[in-house]
Structure formats: C-alpha cells, structure tokens
C-alpha cells in the first residue's frame, strides 16, 4: 500500500513513531509460548540443520550494518554461537576462508543494496547457504538468498533509515531465542524472553514520550560541529547508530565510539563546544560508563546522557538527561536508538535541513 504522511511533517518522524507498531509487525505470528522458542517459516533449515550452524556471518551496509552488530552481541549472548559482522562492500572481496556450517544473513531493508546482493551471491558460490533479513517483500536479495525472514515493517520513505533498524534487531533477537533454544538455552529462560519481547511494543511507546525533551535538547545544540556518541556493549552500536543519524540528515559531523575506547583518541577532540551523547542505561557496565562520562566532564565538555528515569547519579555530572524506560539489556538498543533518532529529527529541522531527502544519499544504492 502507498504510504503517506498521516498527518506527520516528515515520513522520517512518522516512521520514527510507528516503531511500537513495527516491532509488534515484526513478532506477529513468531513467538512460541508453547515451546519456549521462535519459530520462522522461511528459514528453510530444519532443527537438525540449525543445530549445526557453527558460525553465523552477518553482513549489510550502513543501518543496516549497525543492526548486525547489535545482532553479533545478541547471538552470541543468547545462541552461544560466534559471530562475525562484515560491511558488505568489504566482505565481496575479501574472499575470506569461511568454515563449513556457517550461515550467512544478509541484512537489508531495501533488499536491492548491491554490495550486500554481491556479498550474498559470492558467499552462496562457495557453498554457504545465505539467508535474507529483509523488509521489501519479492526484492533481489530476498529472492537470491536461500531463505529468510521479513520484517514486514511497511513501507519506509525516508531516506535515513529508522523502524528498519528497530524491526532487524527485533528479528535478530528472535534468532538469537530460536538458536538458543536449540542449544542451552532453558524453557524457562526462552518464555522470560518472550515476555520481555512482548513487553517490547509499550517501552518504545513510552519512550517516544522523551520528544519534548529532546526537542529541547536540539535547540540547545543545533550549532554543534562535531557530536560524540559514546556507549558500552550493546550500546556501543547504538551509539554508532546514533553518529549515523545525525551525520545523515543534519550534515553535523558525529563520531560513535566504545565509551572506553574514547581516552585513545576523540577525547582529544573534547572541548566546550563538543557535546558528547552517553548511553548510560542502567545494566552491567554502568558505573564504567560514568566514570567515563566524568572524564568528558572534568574536561569541559557538555554531557548529554540517556539513562533511566530517577537516576540522580547520571543527573549530577550530565548538563542534559533524556529518559529511557529501563528494559533487559539484550533489548536496549531497540529503545535507545529511539531517542537518538528524533535528536537527529529536531537538530536537522531547526538547521533547515531536507530531512526526508538528505544532499548526496539514497534510499537504495544500486551500484557498488
Ligand atoms: C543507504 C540508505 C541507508 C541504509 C543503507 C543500506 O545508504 O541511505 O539508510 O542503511 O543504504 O540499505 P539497505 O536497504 O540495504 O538496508
């Protein structure tokens, strides 16, 4: 069906609202209560099959990279299995030498990337059976891929991509869960992610509610030239995604980096005009992250930080908070991006920008 505007001023906001509805799009039909699992029609792999997977290789481009690396800590997390993320344009080439019983997902909301259908292809030429995680349903890389999973995510006009990333993660998520399961993972275990996917919907509705805020936020820092993005583990790419977002549509320059990994470099770009976004939910690396966020400080930057509600620790040392709803870790990058998205939304419309048609970028590209 056409998508249209709904009343929103840009498809890219729309889009970015629609994600509670999305996600739910993405779990439709896929959660097993009775068996603790997910379960995927077009996978085309029999548990047998599965069970053998040694290796699982993610790879896509730009977004939809990002969401492979959300995929690389998720599936290693919850399936035990190792994963390796490669850029799609990197991996065509590199003939690397890649085990038996590794399976290859290529990630794509568009299903028409060239370089993620190349890496697909020559993956699939040496042996490796391919898979697609994608959105258009019928798209190239959907039907050269083995098999699949859809994100049935509708539509997406904008050209930076947004419920995209939240329905791949989601769907990684699943994988990890239906991996899991046929490994180690508990009964008990599988049915507490499901519910904690279930959940999933209502905390990125509540989440939207930080609009205002950001908004605020935006106008505040709208003349920035350059804006760190810094988290840990399965922030970190949320904060790559993050960088992305603001790049894309704003023309800010923005650099996502391991918070810890910031003292080896980008701090030295910190000064008083250099604010720097923490992702500091609260989970396991939390007070590494402070003290991480306190270094930014004590030099004079501005500290922008995304962390739970009723946090007065984060509240002393950041000149802005912007509250997220405290979720498992595994699924914090699907409700922290959401923020990061619409900082990005309001800094590029208060500068002006073509916010649905960012200068020199395309929806799909086509060529290498
Ligand atoms: C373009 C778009 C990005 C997208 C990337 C990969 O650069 O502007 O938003 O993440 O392509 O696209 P895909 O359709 O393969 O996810």
Known sequence: SEATREGFEHYMLKEIYEQPE??????????????????FGGLNLTPQQSRMVERIILT??????????VGEYLIEDLARIPVSVEYASELRYRNPPIENNTLVFGITQSGETADTLAALRETKRKG?????????????????????????????????????????CCVLAMLGLYFGRLRHLSFERGKQIIEELRQLP???????????????????YQNASTVLYLGRQFNFPTA???????????????EGYPAAEMKHGPIAL???????V???????????????????????GPVIALANEDDPQVQAVADDVIHVPQVPEFLQPIVNVVPLQLLAYHIALLRGCDVDKPRNLAKSVTVE
């Open 240 to 254: 790559l995604e993050g960088a992305l977002k603001l790049k894309e549509i704003s023309y800010i320059h923005a």
């Open 128 to 168: 490796h059976r391919t898979l697609a995680i994608c959105n258009v349903v019928g798209s190239s890389i959907a039907q050269a891929a083995d098999g699949g999973v859809y994100l049935y995510a509708g539509p997406e006009i904008g050209v930076a991509s947004t419920k995209a990333f939240t329905s791949q």
């Open 278 to 300: 923490f992702i500091i939910p609260r989970g396991t690396t939390y007070t590494k992250v402070m003290a991480n966020m306190e270094e930014v400080k004590a030099r004079g």
């Open 60 to 69: 896509g481009c730009g977004t939809s990279w990002h969401s492979g690396l």
């Open 270 to 276: 910190v000064d008083k005009e250099t604010p720097s």
């Open 22 to 39: 999305s996600i739910r799009n993405a779990m439709r039909g896929r959660l097993d209560e009775e068996n603790a699992t997910a379960v």
């Open 202 to 220: 209502n905390a990125i509705q509540q989440t939207l509610g930080c609009n205002e805020q950001v908004r605020d936020v935006a106008q505040k």
